[in-house]
């Protein structure tokens, strides 16, 4: 099922405008191999990096990255299944210093996204069309189900941008 972005709104239509693909469980799966390659690919001397005063580490960053993917799978879980209940938003910068990022190691984080995203694809894999468009509201905005899934690869894809660009610049 293709992505329509007129039913996508608020911060997530710029996730959702960093995925290429049109398919969804495509897009997760092409994400997910990005992001393993990325992971494997920092040094175990730059996990602590911030590449600013005030900016998380390495680390936490991808530990918020699961946790958002955790969060987003979840309501589409509930949407997917009919649960019409307004589901409160979630503050990134709360969750962040609670991850215990710094006491995991990189490859227990790397271990721990592919288990995360694996569980995201299955779920997916087993919404039918018509779950696919339910809807409903999260923080303040509308989203189907279907766009949560593009916004868990368009999530991932917008951070694992800015640790290329801003964290593991040569």
């Not at 960093?18 to 997760?28: G, H, I, K, R």
């Not at 018509?130 to 593009?150: C, H, P, Q």
Request: proline residues 2%; negative net charge; charged residues 25%.
């Amino acid at each position: 099922m293709l992505m329509n972005l007129e039913i996508v709104s608020g911060p997530f239509k710029n996730y959702v405008k960093q995925v290429e693909e049109t398919d969804v469980l495509q897009a997760l799966r092409l994400s997910g191999f990005r992001m393993q390659v990325l992971i494997h690919s920092i040094p175990d001397d730059m996990v602590d990096y911030r590449y600013a005063e005030g900016k998380w580490s390495i680390r936490e960053v991808l530990c918020h990255i699961i946790d958002a993917e955790r969060i987003f799978a979840y309501r589409a879980l509930r949407f997917a299944r009919n649960d019409s209940t307004h589901l409160p938003g979630f503050d990134e910068n709360t969750y962040a210093p609670e991850a215990n990022a710094g006491g995991r190691s990189l490859k227990k984080i790397a271990e721990e996204f592919t288990h995360v995203r694996a569980s995201t694809i299955d779920l997916y894999e087993g919404f039918t069309e018509e779950m696919l468009r339910r809807r409903g509201i999260a923080g303040t905005n509308e989203i189907s189900v279907l766009a949560y899934g593009f916004v868990i690869a368009g999530h991932e894809n917008h951070h694992r941008r800015i640790l290329t660009e801003r964290y593991l610049v040569k």
